[in-house]
């Protein structure tokens, strides 16, 4: 169903050429599909770079405002997905047809439980987050516009949700691999305790060597039915973040933007009041909050969800460090050290465009480079500002 979902709104959006064959059960490039998305991709191309173009000759771009310049690189973001869409749509389809989603997961046997926490998750950053942006929006404009449709708010959360689509289709494959990963290491964790308890002492007495053979051969078995699941989730989930990294990296400067934004027009506030003797707009203040509260979220969300993507993928490792193969059959060892040299080999990173790695710590690289854009625009404006009196 929410596949279903997804589908629908990429096909609506004109961000997928790609529909499914039954008869030869994978994905082809649909003609009518692909005469959508370029038509799509053309006129929202040329309608942004009007805006644009317009906003800038009517000095609408404005740091100080966050709402507008969240706006406005939200629009480039939107540029952007449906090009590179447009342009990988071959890997794409090679991707759709290829990724055994399904088999992997009938294969791990997830709890109801833990596709919950799944969607419940993908969920806050794909629809609660953008609620909260329109009810903000809503009420800033209840405000400062009252004359001006409603409307005009959905018009404005537009390119923020279009914009965040494949970002967030990304952000759903790393919630896949965390829990597929983390069933794995379940089962490799049963594995080691096996593995470990034929090799104590007392068992090699109690047991036949035939005996114990035959055990190790069927361990052996399932580790490399693990094995192949492993480089299939990574795999399949580093080349989805690959095919959509321009639009991750957008993303993330438009969050970047924001933050930057927000910051700068709380800071003029302040200077404003102390400087300048105006008042306070306190209401102004909170719904800027908002808007900087969401973009810190989002990339903390995601920085979190992957440092956890990570950490699953690392337990795999320990917890073969931790297999004994000193007294076990020959086959066994080779499959623990075969699956050992693989993760060392294959090195799991999510790194989009090579440029960015996503963890923990992108939270405080964003805010690192906020704050030295701060500095440069703080430094700029009280030099003017004293430079008038």
């Known amino acids: 169903m929410v596949l279903a979902l997804l589908f629908g709104i990429a096909y609506s959006f004109g961000l997928l050429s790609c529909a499914y064959s039954r008869r030869e059960r994978r994905f082809y490039i649909n003609n009518l599909l692909m005469i959508w998305c370029i038509g799509m991709t053309i006129t929202v191309t040329i309608g942004s770079a009007k805006q644009l173009y317009a906003a800038y000759n009517d000095d609408k771009i404005n740091l100080a405002n966050a709402e507008t310049l969240y706006y406005y690189i939200s629009i ?5 997905s449906y090009i590179c869409q447009l342009v990988q749509t071959t890997e794409l389809r090679e991707f759709l047809s290829n ?3 399904f088999e992997i997961l009938d294969y791990f046997e997830l709890k109801r439980s833990v596709v919950k926490s799944s969607i419940q998750i993908i969920l806050v950053k794909t629809v609660v987050f953008p609620i909260i942006l329109e009810i903000n929006l809503l009420i800033r404009q209840s405000r400062n516009e009252p004359e001006e449709s409603l409307l005009k708010t959905f018009y404005t959360l537009f390119p923020t949700v279009v914009s965040n689509f494949l970002p967030n289709c990304a952000f759903s ?10 069933a794995l290491n379940l089962r490799l964790e049963k594995i080691e305790k096996e593995a470990n308890f034929y090799q104590d002492v007392k068992q090699i007495i109690l047991h036949k060597r035939f005996y114990r053979m035959q055990k190790f051969c069927n361990l052996a078995d399932t580790l490399d039915e693990l094995s192949q699941k492993y480089t299939l989730i990574c795999g399949y989930t580093l080349r989805y973040v690959d095919i959509n990294s321009v639009a991750i990296m957008a993303t993330l400067l438009c969050n970047l933007f924001a933050i930057t934004g927000g910051l700068f027009q709380e800071y003029n506030a302040l200077a404003d009041t102390f400087i300048n ?4 707009d306190v209401f102004d203040a909170l719904t800027n909050g908002v808007f900087l509260s969401i973009a810190v979220a989002d990339i903390a969300l995601y920085g979190s969800m ?10 795999t490792s320990i917890i073969l460090k931790r297999i004994q193969i000193n007294n076990c059959d020959i086959r066994f060892r080779q499959s623990v050290e075969k699956f050992s040299l693989q993760i060392f080999v294959e090195n799991f990173k999510i790194q989009p465009l090579g440029m960015l790695e996503i963890n923990v710590g992108l939270l405080h690289d964003v805010l690192s480079a906020v704050t030295s854009f701060l500095l440069i625009l703080i430094q700029s404006d009280l030099t003017l500002r004293f430079s008038l009196k």
Do not use: F, Q, W
Not at 76 to 80: A, D, F, Q, R, W
Not at 173 to 182: A, E, K, L, N, P
Not at 306 to 315: I, K, P, R
């Open 173 to 182: 494959s790393i919630v896949v691999c965390y829990h597929t990963m983390r």
């Open 277 to 280: 003797k105006e008042n306070y």
């Open 76 to 80: 480039v973001g939107v540029v952007l």
């Open 306 to 315: 992957a440092n956890d993507c990570l950490e699953a993928v690392h337990e």
């Open 99 to 101: 990724v055994p989603l």
